[in-house]
T-cell receptor, first 113, second 114 residues
Framework: AQSVTQPDIHITVSEGASLELRCNYS??????LFWYVQSPGQGLQLLLK??????LVQGIKGFEAEFKRSQSSFNLRKPSVHWSDAAEYFC???????????FGQGTTLQVKP | DGGITQSPKYLFRKEGQNVTLSCEQN?????MYWYRQDPGQGLRLIYY???????QKGDIAEGYSVSREKKESFPLTVTSAQKNPTAFYLC?????????????FGEGSWLTVV
């Protein structure tokens, strides 16, 4: 069955430190991949997406993600975290044979001053 | 401004009552979705519609119903059959229902059973 896993439920980093949020997907075919961010009590905002081509994808707010087919991963990175990055982050994948988007469980990011 | 509007933001329901959450979009998108969000469980798909007058069950459709009479509107009814309806509900839309398209979200509605 198709699934998306975010292994880290909660991550705390210091402001200015680098960040990496992990995302893995199951199922053999390469999906379309997305990262969304959600502030408390709000909807989700798209950070970036990968369809094909260059495996390093640039997004908004200084985020980037790298697709690694061999590891079935699509990890989100930021070189220097700001306090305003504290939020919940969701990885999602869509396979062309289903037409649906499957979300991971989410990772809550806390930023220490 | 183009976007997805959900109302109400907060809703309280008594046991045994049906309630309807509104979702309107002016993005001219064909596909619309309803997700339920519970802490630690991510987003789960309730229903989706790829075109007017057509919709499909998602992963957790039991106790919910929808209609799609207009392209811009996709209301969700939480019926009394839904055993545990307290959650955050998100409406979303995309240009069409193919999996490569970006899904855009509304601001969500909180439903609490009292």
């Amino acid at each position: 069955a198709q699934s998306v896993t975010q292994p880290d439920i909660h991550i705390t980093v210091s402001e200015g430190a680098s960040l990496e949020l992990r995302c893995n997907y199951s199922y053999g075919a390469t999906p379309y991949l997305f990262w969304y961010v959600q502030s408390p009590g709000q909807g989700l905002q798209l950070l970036l997406k990968y369809f094909s081509g260059d495996t390093l994808v640039q997004g908004i707010k200084g985020f980037e993600a790298e697709f690694k087919r061999s590891q079935s991963s699509f990890n989100l990175r930021k070189p220097s975290v700001h306090w305003s990055d504290a939020a919940e982050y969701f990885c999602a994948a869509g396979w062309s044979n289903t037409g649906k988007l499957i979300f991971g469980q989410g990772t809550t990011l806390q930023v220490k001053p | 401004d183009g976007g997805i509007t959900q109302s109400p933001k907060y809703l309280f329901r008594k046991e045994g009552q049906n309630v309807t959450l509104s979702c309107e979009q002016n993005l001219n998108h064909d596909a619309m979705y309803w997700y339920r969000q519970d802490p630690g469980q991510g987003l789960r798909l309730i229903y989706y519609s790829q075109i007017v007058n057509d919709f499909q069950k998602g992963d957790i459709a039991e106790g919910y119903s929808v209609s799609r009479e207009k392209k811009e509107s996709f209301p969700l009814t939480v019926t009394s059959a839904q055993k545990n309806p307290t959650a955050f509900y998100l409406c979303a839309s995309s240009i069409d229902g193919t999996s490569g398209n970006t899904i855009y979200f509304g601001e969500g509605s909180w439903l609490t059973v009292v």
